[in-house]
């Protein structure tokens, strides 16, 4: 079958840089796997991320969503596209000032004409879905609050359902813990694994922290300086391992909060 996402020698060296931000860098996912990719700052995770999306524009090698290839592709086939990959960032940036409900229907933007999309002519079994979504997520007493008033967990978690109203078939997110509390992480980072299994979407999530990586992950890819040094499973990925990539011993790895 075929693979959800697959890379194929992919290298990003940036306007102005002589090194590669990533390079040979080869990887595919599976429906329903969920990947976590740690490293040190710089490794290149946010680069790889951004280029699966097409947000950068990769220097060589090839990126399939689905089989069809996003490289290359003309404006309107990137658009196509990208409604199957959601993406979750650090901060989530929603509209503040709109509410939760509005916030969460622009997940549906790029499946609407322009004019429908500007007066938010939404169709009705889609807001059913985005009231049922935030329901089953604990944001139903929310649904009328404006974004600017919730939590940095609670905003994240708006910010998946929203990823969720595409219908995605990836889930791209990048550093989406990184700047909620230990209990919050928790909540987002259960979130998304949940959303993952049930609908069967291929998640790749850009850590920091390597304990939520190992604890949340199915499979971790270790990156250093553009390239992948460790792909496998979590359970087989050793201290040494998490030492060699980071340059660090694992002691001053674990502490996710206190960045
Ligand atoms: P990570 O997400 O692992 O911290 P990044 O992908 O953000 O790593 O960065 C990889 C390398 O590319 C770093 O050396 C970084 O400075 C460089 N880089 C990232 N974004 C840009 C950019 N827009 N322009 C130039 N260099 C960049």
Redesign the pocket.
Known sequence: MESVIAVWGLK?I????E?P??RDLNLTVERGEMIGVI??????????L?CINHL?IPTAGRIFIEGEEITGASPGMVRKLRRRLGMVFQHHNLVARLTVMQNVMHGRLGYMNTMDGVLGRYKEEDKRRAVTTLEQTGLGDFLYHRAGELSGGQRQRVGIVRALMQEPSVLLC??PIASLDPASAQVVMELIRDVCRRHKIACIV?LHQVDAALKYADRIIG?FE?EIVYDGPTAELTGTMIEKIYGKPMSELMISSER
Request: without cysteine; proline residues 4%; glycine residues 20%.
């Open positions: 990003k940036y306007r102005g840089s090194k931000a990533v490293g040190p700052s710089g490794a290149g995770k946010s680069t790889l951004r950068v990048d550093e850009n990156m553009g």
